[in-house]
């Protein structure tokens, strides 16, 4: 006999049932004062910006969250559309092809691009150069060639690389490139920007909490999903495609992760980085991986891109010097030494051997026990 007929059988039952309908209508009660139960809505993994792009949204209710999920793709996909390097039609292509000979006008956020990745420039002593562009073509023509770029086809192409070679009108929001042949490379901001303007838009849409995830470089703002502290993000070992290096509990912060393991070039069995050295003309291989913790993924992802190029040492030193930043970092190399900012043991989850967010598709729901020799 089933619980529910035995109280309708006897009072003494009856008296519990009414005592349980009391005991849920109050339940009930307070959840309508303390709010409605919160909605989530994920978009699961979407190709976009040439990578997967993950969204979760929390809300009032199930619509709403659904709304600011694709209300962040659509801004995905804008900022694609404006600052690809790889479509023709792209402003960003425009300009490249067109802004030598005449001062190029641009939409407000391509030209707010190139305005913050000035000051980063200036903030990383030019390690971070979206003018890095002739460079980077010269080392995937490598890949091509199957050699090296000669001594003087590097000083050639220095030469058409420089923030300061680029002219940049505030009031007519226009760029000019000061010397032929100058390209700019959004490949170490543009991302960290889309992820920034995703959640901007979500948090417009109504969204209570959210977290945008684009190619491993993620960034979420206020209530989790699912009733936890925090959102928890899974960091990539670059060693091993299958395994994590640590789990994350974030609120309102942002992460980025730049390395040579993701892309690089191969010329006779060795390594080089699609990160470049703008001074040296060099790839940037002292890092395999570089993560920063910061509080908007624009500021996260020129910072991974910086530090890769910077170094342990001097990388270290200029998040040390930035508040609200962390680094982890995985040296190159047999020992791929994990170095971090002191800070970071408060985002590290030890007790988190499961990801909620992973860092890319890969390595989504995968059940890997947490590396005890990684532990901080
Ligand atoms: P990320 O994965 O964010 O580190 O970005 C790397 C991409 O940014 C490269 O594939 C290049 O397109 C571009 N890039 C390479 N070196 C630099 C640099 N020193 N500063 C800015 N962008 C760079
Ligand atoms: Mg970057």
């Known amino acids: 006999m089933s619980v529910e007929r035995k109280i309708s059988l006897t009072k003494k039952y009856m008296y519990s049932a009414l005592i349980i309908a009391g005991a849920v209508v109050a339940a009930f009660g307070i959840r309508v004062l303390v709010g409605p139960r919160l909605k989530t809505a994920n978009s699961g993994y979407r190709v976009v910006m040439g990578t997967f792009a993950n969204i ?3 809300a009032g209710d199930s619509k709403t969250a659904g709304i600011c999920v694709e209300a962040a793709f659509d801004k995905l996909k804008y900022v694609d559309e404006v600052m690809s390097d790889y479509k023709a039609e792209s402003q960003l292509s425009q300009v490249n092809r067109e802004a030598f000979g005449r001062p190029v006008h641009v939409d407000e956020n391509l030209f707010e691009v190139l ?10 002593e030019n390690a971070f150069d979206i003018t890095v562009g002739p460079i980077v073509d010269l080392w995937r023509q490598a890949q091509e060639l199957k050699r090296l770029p000669t001594e003087a086809e590097l000083a050639e192409a220095r030469s058409r690389v420089g ?6 009108n505030r009031a007519d929001k226009t760029v000019r490139f000061g010397v032929k042949g ?4 959004l490949g170490g901001i543009a991302k960290g920007y889309a992820i920034d303007s995703a959640i901007e838009a979500m948090e417009k849409a109504g969204a209570v909490g959210g977290l945008v995830d684009l190619g491993g470089d ?4 206020g209530t989790p999903s699912d009733n936890k502290a925090s959102w928890l993000v899974g960091l990539q070992d670059p060693a091993a495609d299958d395994r994590l290096l640590l789990v994350l509990k974030l609120r309102d912060m942002a992460v980025a992760t730049s390395g040579g393991y993701r892309r690089f070039t191969e010329i006779d069995g060795q390594r080089y980085s699609h990160i470049i050295n703008p001074g040296a003309g060099a790839s940037a291989d002292e890092l395999i991986s570089v993560s920063i ?8 992802d020129t910072l991974a ?8 040492e001097k990388g270290l030193e200029l998040i040390d010097s930035l508040s609200e930043t962390e680094a982890i970092l995985v040296g190159a190399g047999k020992t791929a030494e994990l170095i971090h900012t002191e800070g970071v043991r408060r985002y590290v989850d030890t007790t988190q051997a499961v990801p909620v967010y992973s860092t890319a598709s890969k390595v989504a729901g995968q059940r890997k026990p947490w590396p005890k020799e990684n532990q901080l």
């Open 305 to 312: 891109t910086a530090v890769s190029v910077l170094g342990g």
């Open 182 to 185: 100058m390209r700019l490379d």
């Open 56 to 58: 979760t949204a929390v």
């Open 218 to 221: 993620v960034r979420c703002f």
């Open 115 to 124: 305005r913050i990745s000035g000051e980063y420039s200036r903030q990383t």
């Open 163 to 168: 923030f300061g070679k680029l002219a940049l």
């Open 293 to 300: 913790i910061a509080q908007t993924a624009t500021a996260a």
